[in-house]
């Protein structure tokens, strides 16, 4: 079959999309599909829409905007396209997306914001009107990028979830595409002395770096990136000024005018990078800087420098985040072919196999690959290092699936986890659609309603669905299968204007985004793995008709292996002899929740001499190499506490053999100073005689001075600040020619400095250690020092307080943490004379009695107005007291814990959760329940049960009013009675009295039923029905002495008398006016 029979022909995706009105072009293979536009929409905030503006023309008008959904169940939209038009001072796109798209099995799409929808917008290509430099989106004040998949969420910067999306503020930052902002490579100053965690000198730059523009990306994946500062030559600076284009235009013609180009490594996520003497001030100086990753390309960064061009920083200092940057499209095509899968009429069907093929470029921190199953992950997550490496996997689509499943491909972002592509296809089976009048270009229509009842030619059904114990799950919508001339039709929409509702514990019906009814069904936390829990759902259709139809969700618990990302780098090398680390990436894991273990898959590694030691709780390596190694490839099983393992890999290299400065590490070590007095530092032991040191930066000393045996010596300024450290820049030069650089640090005498090794061991301490415990070696300090805990300490599952003044220190472990756990607590110690220092203190927690006892109550029964005694099961040594109370039952606790439940007299039937709370002595503390199920007076599940009804008979001549009356039990004061039929003026008090009028004209013998529903306390229904029966007139009997009143008075008492007694009775009465 051709790719014009079945694919992304642009014939193919211009006919599903003819429910829009929008024209598609081939999207895949060739570069980014362009839709014919849609035009903004005013205003654009309404539920169907998505905006966003950029100020100042910062996005010319007329550039190319896409536009990409995602519906709940993992079904993905085309493409749509329009471009930026001008308003005023910004420039503008909307999309309106209340046209949607129909799918293969005619079910109306549309994005609406609901909650758990996803989209994505990205921009065409852009570049610098003044430069024609590469300009590269980001999204101001969100936390997502411009073409990585966002899911409409509440609390989620620019958006709202079911209202709109946006507008969202669109921003640039420019790429110089030659280079010209820095000097030539081989001039670049290495300051490979890493980041310094003490106060920057004057002439450093020092900030941070992240992946994202939220905080959320993490640093762990940026050790091997690096930050790049030219320095313009002061000479130039009013040549160059603030133009980018002059910047440019000047730089090219004279790249003499950058001073200098230094870079420094980023490790965990901070940076500096100390300029030489020749730039001794950064403040003073105009710089330009930006972030290059470990291939030596510049990578797009949001912080100071939107554009290329020189500025001063202020307290030489920047951040810089880098954001999400996707143009990246992919979709599921047929292995091996060209032809595609669509949501339209490209499906696929059972047994297919499926590849991925993509266009753009992946984000710097790699991608993996998962699919899902309407909606559920039905695969484990598979790195992709490449483009390419799609052709090299095939996904198969099950036997078992059914007709309108959607499967949806995500790749997602290795650290940070983002959604930066997806694909979606619709499953189709062999079972004949209905076609839809007028062929596949006309718009959807409804069938039309039947000749007969609805429930003759619609049976509703519900695909399987899927639901994790305790958690929601919502099925898809219902379909029918409609008959219609003898003929047969599966996976009809329900007739407009069916409605469903369900009385099933834990569901209910809810409306998806496309308006659809749906079931939302949440299972009860101990539901049974594989069990298929059905619900029930009365339909009912346009004409009042009712069927039941069933909707089946089967209970699963996928393994760990499957759902938690575990993987490790990839493209380490050694050289012979050298040891390696490699980073396990992906999710880390606590050691002591022993979720899982790494061991080395020793049946199938073959070691080829190579030394490898696997850390079992991290699974990080240490690889050591043989003195003639070949690439080694590794593997790890990661066995998890559910039983499941998996298989991990890596493949470490075989580097180029040493150069002198990769063989020889040589440290000055850090030498104590006095203000204004020469000190020197020898040279390292290991520095072959050989090799010579210069001075690439004096770190802001007075003077500097090398000796012929490469001691450096220095005199610090006199009014040098206490633990101050002086940091001088150096380079090694070996004999073989290679070269590194080094560095001396010289520290300012203080009082800290005795401190800084030194570590503090407290006593064990548990959850209710509530007494603070000052460490011996605070005591011995100055009464001005003053203390802190470093921000740096993070540990959740540990409560810390310091007493500021005098070092006093309580230390609480949380009850999840387990006994022996050890933490360390870093002290910040500030003393009189400024400098700093910080101590470590360590703590082990030990057992609490709340987690040696285990109290509980044995479940109780009791009647309404009885009481009942529930003792501990075991005796503990602690107080207790009640939380709260409960309905209808009087609570009172003894010094033993033995509960006391007296239940009032009319207290409704149910379970009641009695809160107690478990004080022990050593200062743990634990709430524990006590169940107790109250029952009726009588001993019933519910008040119905208590009585019985009878149906009552009134028999009266036509033209009377016949009276009755139900009569309440005891205590039973808010039950309720529901008349069923108001033929004959009947009427029903809330004291339970029933009237009704029998018209003239009614003929003897007639009669009416009219049925009670008796609604109690506690929600419980008995029926009872009153039947008035019209009876021969009776001649009057004679009238007594007694007056009117004396009459009707002893009735009317004994009617009332009877309303108000304890038990359910009926009292027939003719004549009596209410």
């Known amino acids: 079959m051709g790719r014009g029979q079945r694919g992304f022909g642009a014939a193919v995706v211009a006919a599903a999309l003819a429910i829009t009105g929008v024209q598609a072009v081939a999207p895949l293979p060739g570069p980014l599909p362009a839709p014919s536009p849609f035009l903004p929409v005013a205003n654009a905030e309404t539920d169907t829409s998505i905006a966003g503006f950029a100020q100042s023309n910062e996005i010319p008008e007329g550039t190319q905007v896409y536009f990409q959904w995602m519906d709940r169940d993992g079904a993905v939209s085309p493409v749509y396209r329009t471009e930026m038009k001008r308003d005023g001072d910004q420039t503008r796109f909307a999309f309106d997306t209340s046209g949607g798209f129909v799918d293969r099995v005619n079910k109306k799409r549309v994005f609406t914001s609901k909650e758990g929808q996803r989209f994505r917008v990205w921009f065409g290509e852009l570049e610098g009107e003044q430069t024609n430099n590469r300009l590269l989106p980001y999204a101001e004040g969100a936390d997502f990028g411009f073409g990585e998949w966002v899911r409409v969420e509440p609390g989620k910067a620019g958006l709202t979830a079911g209202s709109h999306v946006g507008p969202l503020h669109a921003r640039t930052y420019e790429v110089p595409d030659a280079g010209y902002m820095v000097k030539p490579r081989d001039q670049w100053v290495e300051d490979n002395a890493g980041p310094h965690m003490g106060q920057a000198q004057t002439n450093w730059l020092h900030g941070t770096v992240a992946f994202g523009t939220d905080g959320r990306g993490g640093t762990a994946a940026l050790d091997d990136y690096r930050v790049v500062v030219s320095v313009l030559d002061p000479a130039w600076k009013d040549k160059v000024g603030n133009d980018p284009a002059a910047t440019k235009r000047i730089l090219e013609q004279n790249p003499e005018a950058i001073l200098t180009t230094v870079s420094a490594p980023i490790v965990q996520g901070r940076y500096t990078v100390r300029l030489p003497q020749d730039a001794q001030d950064a403040d003073a100086n105009l710089l330009y800087a930006y972030v290059e990753d470990p291939h030596g390309k510049q990578v797009p960064a949001v912080g100071q420098w939107q554009t290329p061009q020189f500025e001063t920083v202020q307290e030489n200092s920047v951040d810089f985040a880098l954001p999400v940057v996707v143009g990246l499209q992919i979709r599921a095509k047929v292995a091996d072919q060209e032809q595609g899968f669509n949501m339209t009429d490209a499906p696929a069907r059972p047994g297919d196999a499926v590849q991925l093929e993509g266009v753009g470029s992946l984000p710097h921190e790699g991608v993996r690959e998962i699919w899902y199953l309407n909606g559920l992950q039905v695969s484990g997550s598979a790195p992709v290092p490449s483009l390419d490496a799609f052709g090299n996997v095939a996904y198969k689509v099950p036997e078992n699936v059914n007709r309108g499943d959607v499967f949806t491909a995500v790749l997602i972002t290795k650290i940070t986890g983002r959604e930066v592509a997806a694909t979606s296809i619709i499953i189709e089976t062999e079972e004949q659609p209905l076609p839809v009048p007028g062929g596949p270009d006309a718009p959807y229509e409804p069938p039309a309603a039947p000749d007969g009842p609805y429930t003759d030619a619609f049976e509703t059904s519900f695909k399987p669905a899927y639901v994790r114990p305790g958690q929601t799950a919502v099925s898809v919508p219902p379909f029918a299968t409609m008959t219609r001339n003898g003929e047969r039709f599966s996976n009809q929409p329900l007739p407009e204007g069916t409605t469903l509702l369900t009385s099933t514990p834990g569901a209910e019906i809810t409306t998806d985004a496309g308006g659809n009814e749906v079931v939302r069904f949440t ?88 030394r490898v030691v696997v850390d079992e709780f991290t699974g990080d390596l240490r690889a050591t190499a043989p003195q003639d190694p070949e690439p080694l490839r590794f593997g790890t099983l990661a066995f998890f506490n559910d039983g499941s393992h998996r298989k991990i890999e890596t493949v470490i290299g075989v580097a180029d053999p040493v150069t002198d400065s990769e063989r020889y590490q040589p440290t000055y070590e850090r030498t104590i100073v006095e203000p204004g007095a020469l000190t020197c530092s020898a040279a390292p032991k290991d520095l072959p005689k050989d090799a010579s040191v210069t001075v690439t930066s004096n770190g802001g000393v007075q003077t500097v001075t090398l000796g012929n045996d490469n001691t450096v010596c220095v005199t610090v300024p006199k009014d040098a600040a206490p633990a101050t450290v002086y940091t001088v820049a150096l380079q090694v030069n070996y004999a073989d020619a290679s070269a590194e650089a080094l560095s001396a640090e010289f520290e300012v005498e203080s009082m800290a400095r005795t401190l800084r090794d030194l570590t503090v061991e407290l006593d064990p301490v548990h959850e209710g250690s509530v007494e603070p415990v000052l460490p011996k070696a605070f005591e011995e300090l100055p009464k001005e020092t003053t203390f802190g805990v470093g921000a740096e300490f993070t540990d959740e599952h540990w409560d810390v307080e310091v007493n500021k003044d005098s070092g006093a220190l309580r230390v609480q472990p949380r009850p999840e943490v387990v006994p022996n756990t050890k933490v360390r607590i870093p002290v910040v110690v500030s003393l009189p004379d400024t400098s700093q220092a910080v101590v470590a203190v360590e703590a082990t927690a030990t057992a609490s009695q709340r987690s040696k006892y285990n109290p509980s109550y044995t479940p109780a029964t009791v009647n309404a ?210």
């Open 865 to 1074: 107005g009885a009481r009942v005694r529930m003792p501990l099961d075991s005796q503990v040594p602690a107080t207790f007291s009640l939380v709260e109370g409960v309905d209808g039952v009087s609570l009172s606790i003894d010094s033993n814990g033995t509960l006391t439940a007296h239940a009032d007299p009319t207290a409704l039937p149910g379970p009641r959760s009695i809160k107690v709370a478990v004080s022990y002595n050593d200062g743990s503390r634990e709430t524990i329940t006590a169940l107790l199920t109250v029952k009726t007076s009588q001993g019933n599940e519910h008040l119905r049960d208590d009585e019985t009804l009878n149906p009552l008979t009134l028999t009266h001549p036509a033209g009377a009013k016949a009276v009755g009356a139900i009569k309440r039990p005891a205590g039973a004061e808010i039950t309720t009675f529901d008349l069923q039929s108001t033929e004959w003026g009947a009427r029903m008090t809330s004291a339970g009295v029933f009237t009704a009028t029998i018209p003239a004209s009614v003929p003897v013998g007639e009669q009416r039923q009219f049925p009670v529903n008796v609604i109690y306390a506690d929600g419980s229904t008995n029926t009872v029905t009153i039947t008035v029966k019209v009876a021969p007139a009776q001649k009057p009997a004679p009238k007594p002495a007694l007056s009117s009143a004396a009459t009707i008075l002893p009735i009317v008492l004994g009617l009332l008398a009877l309303v108000a007694g304890g038990a359910y009775a009926f009292v027939t009465q003719s004549g009596l006016n209410f």
């Open 523 to 610: 299972p009860q936390s101990w539901a049974r793995v594989g069990e298929t829990i059905n619900v029930e759902v009365l339909v009912t259709y346009p004409d009042k008709t009712t069927s039941t139809a069933i909707a089946p969700f089967t209970v699963i618990a996928r393994p760990l292996n499957e759902t938690a990302f575990v993987d490790y780098e990839q493209g380490r090398k050694a050289r012979p002899g050298q040891t390696v680390s490699v980073r396990r990436i992906g999710e880390r894991f606590n050691p002591r929740d022993q979720i899982v273990q790494f061991l080395p898959d020793k049946e199938h590694n073959t070691l080829n001499g190579w």
